[in-house]
């Protein structure tokens, strides 16, 4: 046995140096790296590394020594099932998995680098880590093999067959998309589109109230998406809430693009899309001023759309919200481990001047951001134990991708991302104009989820600094998606304010000082929405006016074209 466990020492030490000599050729390229075909020389911090090393062979000696004892594996929900621990190998080989996992996690976290080295590096190690689970493997997989057993092979049948039709698809199932269909199930709140361009469609909802306020009420879903997110089911619509709520509501529905948009620009997204949607608003409602919100990168667009029209001397829109923006990209998160001169030069050659970057290559690049949850998660689900998802919703949405045409791809990655320029005063042209946030001096109401791994929550902050008028910021619970989704009657999560309203220089000073409120936060921006609505006005009983007439009815047909 000491021969054993002598040899066993010499075989982790040995595999600790193979390890450290992998790890010191990590191909940074993979994430945007511009290595010129070179691999970064890494450095190591010694007691860092010392550290984990002895650690590591300590608990490797500690397993080795408990044999095929079935070692009790824990705190990892991909090795939960009970089967895992009823089989030695396999609970041996998950602990074994983990013990690696967590010592190249930490291999990652000694790098002596500069930040953005570090997170490409984490990144990297953390997509290797997570595809080499032994859950991802049928030979591996306890539960796995013991669910085919159950089932007489019917199970690895399913498997087989989900996987072919997964295929023909083009994605990973996330859901029984077959249970969802837009207009039937999800987009159902009741209006009409009462505009079309070939860039989007303006959908006019009925109104829920007697009354209606004066200002009418536009928003600007992100074009990576559709916009059906803000109206999933009626009891978690964010657009049936702002209708109850007393507003006559608006929404960009953008088209799907296809070859015919290919060499549609930023500009012409600002000007022939999200100003003229501002436009239209105004003209049919009669309106000197509208409110409007933008959602991520539909914010980023609100936002470029309104300092181009301060630049002009127009100010149509009385205030505005912004969910889960970025306009200051300092902190844009882990997206920024793809971004440098290279790669965007790189897409710039590839599609800068007419193309499609396909809404399939962006599904799956925001999925590997959470590779477990988004990625290997259904691939076990789906093809080792032949399940089908369970329907959400929110899934659904998910898995409908949008394209975008290259040339916007492209001013969008280098001025934003890359450059920044968006919060340098006068560095953007837009449409012909210098653009310059100080100029958008309009009250604000920011929100940012504490979780977002898309939008930073200090990014999400950010904003708060670059724009110049009264500004209110409200953080909640969970990420991008479900902290946005959280509607009152659901009395989930929480929302943090700070009751003096001061918005220090970062986040963590803001946080310092605010409270945190149980529920939704969509309460708090109802009261502050109202506020800058106006009057009470009779609602209208059709919809559209004058040459702006009731086309089709909610959610129109752009919404309905897959990628």
């Not at 990652?108 to 984490?122: C, F, H, L, Q, S």
């Not at 029984?176 to 837009?182: G, H, I, Q, R, W």
């Not at 127009?314 to 889960?324: D, I, Q, Y």
Request: aromatic content about 10%.
């Amino acid at each position: 046995m000491q021969q054993a466990a002598a040899q066993f020492q010499q075989a982790v030490t040995e595999g600790w140096t193979k390890a450290l000599e992998s790890f010191k050729t990590v191909d940074l390229g993979a994430v945007g790296a511009n290595m010129k075909g070179k691999a970064p020389e890494i450095h190591f911090a010694p007691e860092k590394l010392q550290a984990l090393q002895q650690d590591y062979s300590k608990e490797a000696l500690g397993l080795f020594a408990e044999g095929f004892k079935a070692p009790k594996v824990s705190g990892d929900r991909r090795f939960a099932d009970a089967a895992w621990n009823e089989n030695p190998m396999a609970a041996y080989a998950a602990a074994v998995y983990m013990l690696n996992a967590r010592t190249l996690m930490g291999m990652a976290e000694a790098v002596e680098a500069d930040a953005k080295t570090r997170n490409r590096i984490r990144f990297a190690v953390e997509q290797w880590v997570a595809a080499a689970a032994p859950s991802n493997y049928l030979a591996f997989n306890a539960e796995a093999q013991k669910k085919a057993i159950d089932t007489k092979g019917e199970s690895i049948a399913k498997g087989v067959k989900n996987l072919v039709h997964d295929i023909q698809q083009g994605h990973v199932s996330m859901t029984d998309e077959s249970l969802f269909e837009v207009g039937r199930n999800v987009a159902t709140t009741e209006g009409a589109v009462v505009f079309e361009s070939e860039l989007f469609q303006l959908i006019e909802y009925k109104p829920l109230t007697a009354k209606v306020f004066e200002k009418p009420f536009l928003m600007v879903p992100p074009c990576i998406n559709k916009f059906y997110i803000l109206d999933l089911q009626p009891e978690n619509s964010l657009i049936r809430y702002a209708v109850a709520q007393g507003h006559r509501t608006f929404v960009v529905s953008w088209r799907n693009p296809d070859a015919s948009l290919a060499h549609k620009t930023w500009d012409n997204y600002i000007e022939d899309a999200v100003i003229k949607a501002i436009g239209v608003t105004q003209e049919l409602t009669g309106a000197e001023t509208i409110n409007a919100l933008g959602f991520c990168v539909g914010g980023t667009m609100l936002t470029s759309a309104l300092a181009v029209l301060a630049a002009r001397g127009e100010k149509p829109v009385a205030s505005a919200t912004l969910l889960t923006t970025l306009l200051d990209f300092t902190d844009s998160g882990i997206l920024d481990v793809f971004i440098d001169e290279s790669f965007v030069k790189y897409r710039e050659s590839e599609m800068g001047k007419g193309g499609m970057m396909k809404g399939t290559d962006l599904a799956s690049t925001f999925s590997f951001l959470r590779p477990n949850d988004l990625v290997w998660n259904y691939v076990v689900g789906n093809y080792l134990k032949g399940e089908t998802p369970p329907p959400f919703d929110l899934l659904y949405w998910n898995s409908d991708s949008t394209n975008l045409p290259g040339p916007f791809y492209c001013w969008y990655l280098r001025n934003t991302y890359l450059e920044n320029k968006l919060v340098k005063p006068g560095k953007a042209t837009v449409c012909g104009e210098k653009i310059d946030l100080r100029q958008v001096d309009i009250p604000f109401y920011l929100y940012g989820s504490r979780e977002d791994h898309i939008v930073p929550i200090g990014g999400a902050y950010a904003s708060t600094q670059a724009l110049p008028g009264k500004k209110r910021f409200v953080m909640g619970a969970s990420g991008h998606i479900a902290g946005v989704i959280n509607p009152p009657a659901k009395n989930k999560r929480s929302h943090w304010i700070r009751a003096d309203g001061k918005l220090p220089k970062t986040q963590e000073a803001w946080l310092e000082g605010a409270v945190e409120h149980p529920g939704s936060w969509w309460t708090d921006w109802s009261i502050w929405l109202k506020s800058q609505a106006g009057k009470q006005i009779a609602a209208p009983k059709t919809y559209g006016k004058g040459k702006y007439k009731a086309l089709m009815p909610a959610p129109g047909s752009y919404v309905k074209a897959r990628a």
